[in-house]
DNA sequence: CGAAAGCCATCTCATAACATGATAGTTACT
DNA sequence: AGTAACTATCATGTTATGAGATGGCTTTCG
């Protein structure tokens, strides 16, 4: 059974000719009947009386219900991918606690506004998982710090971070090595991006072997900081949105370690669906980022 | 976009392979590989990662959900057409009010036990109408009296009737001319086949002109006799399986008038639906007929 | 009743599409 | 690096398809 058998199976059914059906799909009256012919084979009944005018048997009667169902779903499938605009089915999305907490919403409430068909399926986690998730294809994309280093993605700078040092207290310059050694570093749990940062800075203080308390949410984590458990470091904007809730404050870091940039993570365009296109264009939409590629590297 | 293609489309997306998909659809591996990519470029975009294993990109991921409702309604429609049992849908079928009073509901509900996913829609009306129903396609199938003269159907012999004379009280013998032209004839409304019966009947008595009362169902018929309105005609059965509730009377007519047979009018085997081809099962079942053809005649 | 018009089935032919098998190129794994 | 498994590409024979012309059938109109 074909497609077009069936494209020309509805045409006649409706204009009740042969001829007419060919006409409206372009084609000439013996195609019809051949394509009809061998429909009428397959499904070893007769599906249209010829007496005359082309009426439907009871047969065809029957076929029209799947017919429609079957035509139906392609033109869907074919509008949604041919058509430009319009986006439908799961948008599965990753991001980190900070990206997800702080940029995401008005992103994804404009998306959602103009593509409400499309169901929006967010996941937060480290950088290290998102990246597990982008490549077993669990998602279709990601919001990670810095760049994706193990296979040949497609990468949208989208947001710059500038990374700050918070504690309960204010503080006027870093704290001393007996300070760290003293208290206890807060970060989200293994893979995220931001801990790699401090240790490489607390590294380059001589610091190798500090107390790591993970966290899974922004929350719980900013909540230990006020109470004193230790420092932790989270985006400058992340902390100033969170001042009004909590006594936190924060010191800026030195600009090498500093400044993070968030990329949307995605596989290469080409591969994108409609949903996921839409996705994109919303969010150069929303940002003025530039547009690189990350390499494969073993 | 062929249908071929998106089975080869889903068993990739299943089995995670080329390989494996083409052995699933006993074909080649070159053969699910050109398939793909026409799908590819038809729809824009590329629908599965070469990258080892064949997994779905975001694309594909999108054209599964639209592959399997297109495959899904192909699937039953083969079924429905190809697999002897089962039938779903709608039947719609007419019969005489006295046939549907009598003889349908054993039949149909014999039927709808067997199959339930049938819809069956009824259109009761006097044979000349159920005639036409049938001849514009309307309906599937009709009870009539006597065989069809205006085409070529299928007809089948369901049940035979012997019609008597009713009338309010009883008859030892015809009523006199008199007797006839001091009262109604009570008949369906134009087109009932019993009703030329009697005006058969009461033509060899020499009479051509008598009243006629219309109705449109027997029970307020069979009310009328009773209140001595005028006599009518209808099958024995039928009468008495009205006697308990109605006081009427019958008298049994000439042979030659008195036998009615009822037929199942479809038309010509072939261009039955599945669940035409089950009612006419479920009917042969029901009655040990004959089956003979009408011819068409101008 | 007969002629004409419409409509569908059938046939042929040229072209396009397809399935196949062999081969080359890629990637992942050891 | 070498191997195994997988996919892309190519050449080829076959099949399927679409277009046009023709003929038979039915309906319609004079």
């Known amino acids: 059974m074909q497609l077009k058998s069936l494209r020309l199976f509805m045409a006649v059914a409706e204009t009740g000719s042969f001829v007419a059906a060919s006409q409206r799909l372009h084609t000439v009256q013996s195609n019809v009947t051949a394509h009809i012919k061998k429909l009428e084979e397959e499904l070893g009944a ?20 799947y017919a429609t169902r079957i035509l139906v779903a392609h033109d869907e499938a074919l ?10 089915g799961r948008l599965r999305i990753g991001a980190m606690e900070t990206t997800m907490a702080l940029r995401l919403p008005p992103i994804l409430a404009a998306y959602h506004t103009a593509y409400p068909e499309v169901d929006i399926t967010l996941t937060t986690g480290p950088t ?34 500038q990374l700050v040092l918070v504690g309960p207290k204010p503080m006027s310059s870093m704290p001393s090595s007996e300070q760290w ?10 893979g995220c991006s931001y801990r790699q940062r401090i240790e490489l800075l607390l590294a380059s203080y001589g610091i190798n072997a500090i107390r790591i308390f993970e966290f899974g949410t922004l929350d719980a984590m900013l909540g230990c900081v006020v ?24 010191l800026e870091l030195p ?15 080409g591969t994108w669906s409609p949903a996921l296109s839409r996705f994109i264009d919303t969010l150069n939409d929303s940002v003025s980022a530039g547009c690189v590629y990350g390499r494969a590297q073993s």
Chains 1, 2 share one sequence.
């Open 79 to 88: 509008d949604l991918f041919t058509r430009d605009q319009g986006a439908c």
């Open 46 to 65: 007769q599906l249209i009386h010829r007496n005359g005018q082309a009426r439907l048997t009871s047969a065809g009667y029957a076929l029209v219900e």
């Open 128 to 161: 290290a998982e998102l990246t597990e998730l982008l490549r077993a294809g669990e998602v279709e994309g990601v919001f990670v710090a810095g760049r994706l280093e193990h296979h040949r993605y497609h990468l949208l700078n989208v947001f710059s971070e």
């Open 227 to 250: 109470a004193g458990m230790g420092y932790t470091v989270l985006p400058l904007a992340t902390v100033q949105a969170h001042q009004q809730r909590f006594d936190i404050h924060y």
């Open 255 to 269: 600009k090498p370690i500093a400044d993070v940039d968030t990329y949307f993570a995605t596989t290469e365009p």
């Open 181 to 190: 050694l003293a208290s206890t570093f807060l970060a989200f749990r293994q």
